[in-house]
């Protein structure tokens, strides 16, 4: 057990890569109740949201999720996020936990008086189903006629598992399908439970971070900061520039100008993990830094995410990576680093 977040978190619970290839090959499950879970309402709380994250919430559709981000005016990154409408005027944000209070206090800074922020994360639990073959595990978990397979991905809906009425959304954070689970914190031992009965393997935080690093999903903290913006970070794919948003014109300006670094996946020719804030160089200068790190079992190598100068961060680039002070070749290569089956689907 570790503190994360303000939480004390499992590491794992027997062996990290068993419950990494749980994941890839079976299913596995997570108990992310440590995530924001920040529950919106009121007739202004559509025109709220949407001018305070990057993603159009005015064309979300009922029970549509997307990701996004909360930016500062100078289009920092304070947070990335999901956003779930659960019916016209109700929305749920999914915020990181370290960030949640910071913001919050920003939210309530932007927010009409006619919209309402209740933060539900302590009242609810969110557990993670993912792997190959959790929708047919969900499937016969769930009561109602109509079951969550029947969801494409980042839709949500809610239904009975386990005789517990909770929100089902098609997401997840390892690149493989899967649902989210959020409801009343009363069910979650019961949830839980019933899963492992069925034969979900629990998974810590452990697994959790090589498997999103597989998918080239980003960490906040780490891979996403305050000092980054979705343009750096190589993810303006998931900004609306067609609305209005905080931080809206400074990130228009930086596309002027280019980006003078680049967020990108490295693949290291040694079976030792980069860490954050190892120096990457071309062979005789410094030219950038890693910001994530682990060895991957289904490529037997390590990998890593990193921020390069943009003239020298294009695929295929070699470089060398600092480990305990010793160079490692390392090649800069495409994400994600598997070919994920969520990708397929999506």
């Known amino acids: 057990m570790v503190t994360f977040g303000g939480y004390e978190m499992p590491v794992h619970y027997g062996s990290i890569i068993n419950e990494v290839l749980a994941v890839r090959r079976g299913v596995g499950i997570f108990d992310v109740s440590h995530m924001g879970r920040l529950f919106f309402s009121g007739s202004s709380a559509q025109k709220d949201l949407d001018r305070l994250v990057t993603l159009n919430i005015s064309t979300l559709s009922f029970g549509q999720v997307r990701y996004g981000f909360l930016c500062r005016d100078d289009g920092g990154i304070l947070d990335d996020l999901t956003a779930f409408r659960l019916n016209e005027d109700q929305f749920l944000l999914v915020v990181n936990a370290a960030t949640r209070e910071k913001d919050v206090q920003h939210l309530v800074t932007y927010l009409s008086p006619q919209t309402h922020l209740h933060d539900q994360t302590e009242e609810t639990f969110m557990i993670a189903v993912q792997g190959p073959d959790s929708l047919p595990l969900v499937d016969d978990l769930t009561h109602d006629a109509t079951k969550p397979s029947r969801l494409r991905r980042f839709q949500g809906g809610l239904f009975s598992i386990a005789g517990v009425s909770v929100w089902v959304t098609r997401t997840g954070y390892t690149g493989e399908d899967g649902v989210e689970i959020v409801g009343p914190k009363e069910g979650a031992q019961c949830i839980w439970d019933q899963f492992l009965s069925a034969g979900a393997v629990p998974c810590g935080l452990g697994a959790r971070d090589i498997l999103r690093l597989e998918a080239g999903f980003c960490l906040y903290g780490q891979d996403l900061t305050e000092e980054i913006t979705p343009l750096e970070a190589d993810l303006m794919r998931f900004v609306d520039l067609a609305k209005d948003f905080i931080g809206k014109e400074s990130l228009v300006r930086r596309m002027e100008q280019g980006p003078k670094i680049k967020r990108v996946g490295l693949r290291l020719s040694s079976r030792s993990a980069p860490r954050p804030h190892s120096p ?25 995410m990193a921020y390069l100068q943009a003239e020298k961060s294009h695929t295929g680039q070699d470089v060398w990576v600092l480990i305990r002070d010793q160079p490692v070749a390392a090649q800069v290569v495409a994400m994600p680093f598997l070919p994920l089956p969520s990708r397929k689907s999506s």
């Open 280 to 304: 990457v160089t071309d062979g005789h200068n410094q030219i950038g830094f890693v910001t994530s790190g682990s060895f991957s079992p289904h490529l037997n190598s390590s990998i890593g």
